[in-house]
């Protein structure tokens, strides 16, 4: 119950919605109450003032009436007024809503209880007012001070407002009833602005628990990761070292130094050379995406001409793109500027980009390389300088094109993820591990390019398949700044 | 529950539970209604612009009890949108009793259990044990077309295995509000007496306390014959029960 409540910070809304603690204070702005207390002097001519429970007074509309003014002025009369004034403040009308408390000048006061959901909050005291029924001047006014003039006391009294009990009592309910509304409404605003409050902080509390619990989650994947790089590395070199025997001894046999083979003999062994390239190209990609991932693979910087390196490309692949009868083509722009990077790396990546072309464009289709300038990014055309650094290309493009299967737009994001293939089906037919657009992205990024993949659009002689349906074509898109 | 014992003045929290638009704020609309002027306060709603419950409601019922004990009941209810869970788990802190308003429509038993899943999880989070609280269940929305909504004989048969009294209610007519309410206050005076002692200490009679509140409150017919509506565990039962897994 309430301890468990508290204990997680809630006290204090708690006491709120039992309403316990509550004060007149707290649920009533005073400006309000002030204006409340003035229209009702202004119509019904009768001081009034409004008190919290513990006496302080909280608003008033008050004009000393000439009879006390009279009274105060005189030095027993003042003590007397003093002593009647106090004790109106204190009077409580306890259990009934209402109490009347009377002055020695005749008149009286009349003190009205503000209960709130059944607690008394403060109250409301209303005169002093001279009762319609009084008749004549009561002895105990002259009887104040013996230096009271009966004259003057007499002349005075009277312009004291002059009302019917019943009337006040009537004034009474109606003042309660609009200021039960007022501390309602107030109520109100002030249970919804704690609770927005404590939603708000208990909302934040469950966000900070998940938070942690994300990062947790996230160190651990992150912990995870890095094993799964280790031992990829690990696994990688220790397959590589009898690979090399294997190699070794493949290929001394095929020369025939270890006597010569027969037809068939040569063929097998051939065959275990060719497998165990395949194999040591998948063990250095794997080496590669470790070293990528670790952050340890080096680069030997320098000014390249994507041109020579495209080109390279293209005399490696000839040959097999002949054999499947796929058109080769490259395409370099004209002084087409240098980019920073690792020559090497940068023919790894466009190497893959092509080699994956031509294996995925059937026969009869072409593959392109293009290279060119991009100025897009650069200066908008109402900026200042504008003349000076339009058409300054930003960045060289480079796209390879293909007349393939394409990527469909929903695994467009995932290819370049590690070990991703769009359809398993794909491997069996055109082999490969998965590994290659990772690598590429990754070195890409290590040269502040970027890489993205499309539909080709621009597919000038569109191949179509058994089924009679067009290929769709995929580009992949190198993007490299300029600086 | 808060009590000053001073001035003998006990303050119940019952709280109605239930998923959105099950008819917890018509509940309280309903008790307003048919509670007589003196012992109840204005009904505080604090609604968003659609008319739903943003934060709660609030009804304050107030009497003077036997052995001239002030009694204060505060009827909460809470938002039954998804969304605000963090308000529910607030408004349910300190309570004393749970009225579970359930929506009888078959398309809603799935959101009937989520929201009472997340009763039993919201009351975990403020310390609170389900199975040690007061609990009553209320299958509201009884007037809808009988082919729409879960039958009185599957209901009862329900109820038959279930631990708690079970209120059937067609809350926009006032139909089954007070027995629910009844027999949750039963039960949580029950819970909070034996807790407490508040019979010995007020010099109440424990068996007429719940009698005397409801003519307190104005409501007429027979109290128990109003509790004992519950099909299923009787509330008197289901306190045993309650107060055996302590």
Not at chain 1, 144 to 154: F, L, M, N, S, W
């Amino acid at each position: 119950m309430s301890a468990a409540a508290s204990s997680r910070g809630g006290g204090g809304l708690e006491e709120l919605t039992l309403g316990h603690g509550l004060r007149l204070e707290d649920l009533v702005d005073r400006d309000a109450l002030q204006e409340v207390c003035k229209s009702f002097f202004a119509l019904f001519g009768i001081p009034v003032r409004i008190y919290a429970q513990d006496g302080a007074l909280l608003a008033d509309a008050v004009q000393d009436q000439a009879v006390c003014q009279y009274v105060q002025s005189l030095r027993e009369g003042r003590a007397a007024c003093g002593a009647t004034v106090s004790a109106v403040k204190s009077a409580d009308p306890g259990a009934a809503l209402e109490a009347t408390h009377p002055c020695f000048t005749g008149a009286v006061y009349r003190i009205i209880g503000i209960d709130y959901d059944g607690r008394r909050l403060g109250r409301v005291i209303v005169g002093p007012f001279l009762p319609a029924d009084l008749k004549e001047m009561p002895r105990s006014l002259l009887a104040v001070d013996p230096a009271i003039d009966p004259v003057k006391a007499k002349e005075l009294l009277p312009k004291m407002p002059r009302v019917r009990p019943e009337t006040v009592t009537r004034i009474g309910r109606h003042l309660q009833s609009v200021l039960d509304l007022i501390l309602f409404s107030g109520h109100r605003a002030l249970l919804t602005s704690q609770m927005h409050l404590a939603s708000v902080k208990e909302s934040y509390r469950e966000l900070q628990e998940q938070n942690s619990k994300l990062s947790e989650s996230y160190e651990r994947l992150k912990e995870l990761d890095r094993l799964k790089s280790n031992f990829l590395a690990t696994v990688s070199h220790e397959l590589r070292t009898p690979l090399t025997s294997i190699l070794g001894y493949s290929e001394m046999l095929a020369e025939g130094i270890g006597g010569e083979l027969q037809g068939e003999q040569l063929e097998f062994v051939q065959t275990i050379r060719e497998k165990g390239e395949q194999l040591l190209a998948l063990i250095k990609s794997l080496l590669d995406q470790s070293k990528l991932e670790s952050g340890t693979m080096s680069f030997k910087m320098a000014n390249v001409a994507l041109g020579e390196v495209l080109d390279q490309v293209g005399s490696t692949l000839l040959p097999s793109a002949k054999k499947k009868g796929v058109l080769l083509e490259i395409a370099v722009a004209p002084r087409l500027p240098t980019i920073r990077g690792d020559a090497e790396r940068l023919r790894q990546i466009f190497l893959n980009l092509a080699e994956n072309a031509v294996k995925f464009t059937p026969t009869g289709g072409s593959v392109r390389l293009i290279a060119a300038t991009d100025s897009s990014g650069s200066e908008p055309e109402d900026d200042v300088g504008y003349v000076l650094f339009a058409s300054r290309p930003t960045s060289v493009i480079v796209r390879v094109e293909d007349a393939g299967i394409g990527i469909p737009e929903a695994e467009r994001a995932k290819v370049f993820d590690a070990f991703y293939q769009v359809d398993g089906s794909s491997t069996r037919e055109h082999g490969g591990t998965g590994l290659g657009l990772s690598i590429v992205k990754r070195l890409v990024e290590m040269h502040g390019g970027t890489i993205t993949v499309d539909q080709n659009r621009e597919q000038r002689t569109p191949v179509v398949d058994a089924q009679g349906r067009r290929m769709p074509g995929a580009v992949f898109t190198v993007r490299f700044p300029l600086s | 529950m808060q009590l000053d014992f001073a001035a003998r003045e006990l303050t119940i929290k019952l709280v109605y539970y239930g998923p959105a638009l099950s008819g917890k704020t018509t509940n309280l609309q309903a008790m307003h209604k048919l509670t007589s002027e003196g012992s109840h306060g204005r009904l505080m709603t604090l609604e968003t612009r659609d008319d739903r419950t943003l934060f709660f409601d609030l009804l304050p019922l107030a009497v003077k009890a036997e052995g001239d004990l002030s009694l204060r009941i505060k009827l909460f209810t809470v938002p039954g949108q998804v969304i605000h869970a963090s308000t529910r788990r607030l408004v349910l802190q300190g309570a004393d009793g749970v009225a579970f308003i359930a929506d009888s429509q078959l398309a809603e038993a799935e959101n009937n259990r989520v929201s009472f899943l997340d009763l039993r999880q919201n009351l975990k989070d403020n310390g609170l044990d389900l199975k040690k609280m007061p609990v009553v269940i209320q299958f509201n929305k009884r007037d809808l077309p009988g082919d729409t909504i879960r039958g009185d004989d599957e209901i009862a048969d329900l109820a038959r295995h279930g631990r708690e009294p079970v209120y059937k209610a067609v809350a926009t007519r006032g139909d089954g509000v007070i027995e629910t309410f009844l027999g949750l206050v039963a039960m949580t005076w029950s819970r909070l007496d034996t807790d407490h002692n508040f019979s010995k200490k007020f010099n109440i009679r424990s068996d007429s306390f719940v009698a005397s509140l409801a003519r307190q409150l104005g409501i007429t017919g027979d109290p128990q014959r109003l509790i004992d509506a519950s099909v299923g565990t009787d509330p008197r039962a289901a306190t045993r029960r309650m107060e055996s897994s302590r």
